[in-house]
């Protein structure tokens, strides 16, 4: 195991001993899930039955950070919110073999929601409310932060002192995205202290399966301290207006279980500002992993950052109107 490749250790093999280490017995089926950050494997049981491990990129959480996303999981659960917590294992939730650090979950059906109709937002915004209500109920001690520092200012200077952004754009680049960084400082300024509570943090369709009942959120290995708008944002899409009609669905059913301060409206496009800057920082990063440049190869065009770029004055005139 490695920094540059640190799970090229992580045979089938591996996988399968890890999770009988962990008390099931594995019937020899697995099928590797699409997941980058970490690694995930389903497994298949001898009883017919299926489970999942994650298992987690080394470096990248503290032992106490993980078990806080697993205590935050199984008290959702407990509430009976719709998110899939890890299974006690040999008395434990995170387990260590093969040099892994992994959690077993049950395998979750579901299929991707589309948020097609307004009382499917309305759903979707209940589940949230009650989600935030049991996160408002205590505080993380390990986990992140949602802050302009860490998301922002980390990932544009590391991108700057790289050298993926191409030589023609660099300056346009570092004017752009300092710009951008000032304005989202000055909206947060404006809108003032907010309520920071025990939020999803990644929370887009892509995390949620849908099924009859609803959905079940699937993966809080991102769950931070933030505002509660982080966790709707994500959800909504189109024109402003689209957007809006689209917000209020959800906020028509989050509202029943939490309130929602008004002000965090104002917070939508700096916080995208900042995962625009963040996430493109982050595959930069991962770039010695074998798994990102397969799942990425634009990074490496000039074309891509030639419309970052576009993108970062785009998100500019958005924030500045915010």
Avoid at 90 to 116: C, I, K, M, S, Y
Avoid at 267 to 277: D, G, Q
Avoid at 290 to 316: D, G, I, M, S, T
């Amino acid at each position: 195991m490695t920094a540059e490749a640190p799970f090229a250790e992580l045979t089938p093999d591996t996988v399968l001993d890890a999770i009988e280490y962990a008390g099931f017995r594995c019937d020899g089926r697995s099928l590797a899930l699409n997941s980058y950050e970490n690694r995930v494997y389903q497994a298949g049981l001898e009883d017919g039955s299926w489970v999942v491990a994650k298992f987690y990129r080394p470096g990248r959480w503290s032992d106490a950070a993980i078990l806080e996303e697993h205590e935050f999981s199984i008290s959702l659960k407990e509430h009976d919110i719709p998110v899939v917590a890890p299974l006690l294992c040999r008395d434990r939730t995170l387990n260590l073999h093969g040099g892994f650090r992994f959690a077993v979950f049950p395998r979750q059906g579901g299929h991707w929601p589309e948020l097609g109709s307004s009382d499917e937002r309305a759903m979707m915004g209940r589940c949230l409310g009650r989600m935030h209500a049991v996160g408002a109920s205590a505080s993380f001690e390990h986990r992140a932060t949602i802050d302009i520092d860490r998301l922002g200012t980390q990932s544009r200077d590391y991108l700057l002192a790289s050298d993926w952004i191409p030589m023609h754009i660099h300056e346009s680049y570092s004017a752009d995205s300092g710009h951008l960084l000032a304005e989202v400082e000055r909206v947060f300024a404006e809108v003032g202290d907010y309520h920071s509570l025990r939020i999803h943090g990644d929370c887009h369709l892509g995390n949620t399966l849908w099924t009859e009942k609803g959905p079940h959120f699937v993966d809080l290995d991102d769950c931070v301290s933030g505002p509660a708008v982080q966790d709707l944002w994500m959800l909504i899409s189109g024109d402003e207006l689209d957007m809006r009609t689209q917000l209020d669905d959800i906020l028509e059913g989050y509202t029943a279980f939490y309130e929602f301060d008004p002000r965090e409206f104002r917070l939508i496009e700096p916080l995208r500002a900042l995962r625009m800057i963040h996430y493109t920082a982050w595959v930069a990063r991962r770039w010695s992993d074998p798994a990102f440049p397969l799942a990425f190869p634009w990074l490496a065009e000039n074309r891509y950052w030639e419309e970052h770029v576009l993108n970062l004055k785009e998100q500019l005139a958005a924030v500045q109107t915010a």
